[in-house]
Every structure is written in C-alpha cells, then in structure tokens.
C-alpha cells in the first residue's frame, strides 16, 4: 500500500509537470522576446564585406590581400595581431583605428554591436589560419 501511495503521487506529480508546459509554453508565445541592447542588424561577415568595406583591404580571408589591401599593407589577421587580439583589442583597433595607417576608425560608422560582431568575425578569420 505504500508502493500505491507513492505512484499516485507520482502520476499527480506528472499530470501536474504537462499542465505547467502547456501554460509556460502559451504564455511563452503571448510574450514576444525582449531583443538585446544594442543588435547588429547584420552578421559580423556581412559587415565585413559588405557596409563595412573590411574586405577592400584586408581580402575576404582576412589575409590583408584585398583589392587595396596590398597597397597600403592592410593587416594580414592570419599572421596574428600587431595590437590586441582578443575581442577587446580588435575592438578597440576598429573603432579606433590604428593610427599612422591607412586604418581609419569605424566607430561612426559601427555601432557597439555591429564593432562587436565584426570583431569576431575577424578573429574567426584569424583562426581559419590559411
Ligand atoms: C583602407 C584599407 C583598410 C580598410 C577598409 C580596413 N582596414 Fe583594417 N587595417 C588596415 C591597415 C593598413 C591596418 C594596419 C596594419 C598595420 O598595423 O601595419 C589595419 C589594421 C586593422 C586591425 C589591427 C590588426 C592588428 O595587427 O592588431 C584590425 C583588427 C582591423 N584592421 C580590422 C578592420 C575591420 C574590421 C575593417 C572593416 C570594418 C577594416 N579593418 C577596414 C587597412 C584597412
């Protein structure tokens, strides 16, 4: 009789667990998602070669071989990073820019997350490592 007990509150116990999913799942779908702070509106790789013009000079591998890139020897981010290279630092280094190059800052162009989405993206690029 104590095993029947414990079964019924078992199956209590799990009608109870679906009522609780079917309500969290309405009320799920009544509210729409809160949307972070502050969004890019587009990918860190379409920033890069698109809005961005990243690509123009460092080439779509990130190997500083884009159409100018040559020219006004863009960083080559395969090769590692002369400023900082993690999140911070490649950050700062694009909105920022590095001065005495022909890195311009980006920080009116970008905002916060459109900087931090195409920072990952060139960090990506740097692992990719060919
Ligand atoms: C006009 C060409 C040009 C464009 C466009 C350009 N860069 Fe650069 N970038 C450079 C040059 C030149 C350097 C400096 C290389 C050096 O330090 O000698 C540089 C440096 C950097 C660095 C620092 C690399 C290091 O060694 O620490 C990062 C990060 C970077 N660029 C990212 C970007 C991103 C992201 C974009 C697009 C939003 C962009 N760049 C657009 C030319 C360009």
């Known amino acids: ?7 019924s509150l078992a199956a209590l116990a799990a009608i109870s667990v679906v009522f609780a999913a ?3 799942k309405k009320e799920e779908a009544a509210a729409p998602a809160a949307p972070p702070a ?3 509106a587009v990918s860190g790789k379409d920033l ?4 961005g013009g990243c690509a123009a000079c460092h080439g779509e591998t990130g ?19 002369k400023k900082g290279g993690d ?11 590095v001065p005495g190059t022909a890195m ?8 916060d ?8 993206y060139v960090i990506e690029l740097s692992k990719a490592g060919h």
Request: aromatic content about 6%; some cysteine.
């Open 22 to 24: 079917c309500g969290g």
């Open 113 to 120: 997350g459109e900087v931090k989405a195409v920072a990952e």
């Open 87 to 97: 999140l911070a630092g490649v950050s700062a280094s694009i909105k920022n820019g």
């Open 63 to 81: 190997k500083g071989d884009g159409p100018t890139g040559v020219a006004v020897k863009a960083a080559n981010f395969t090769a590692g990073f």
């Open 48 to 51: 890069y070669n698109g809005k």
């Open 1 to 7: 009789m104590m095993n029947k007990k414990v079964i």
């Open 38 to 40: 502050v969004a890019a």
């Open 104 to 111: 311009a800052g980006y920080a009116a162009q970008l905002n």
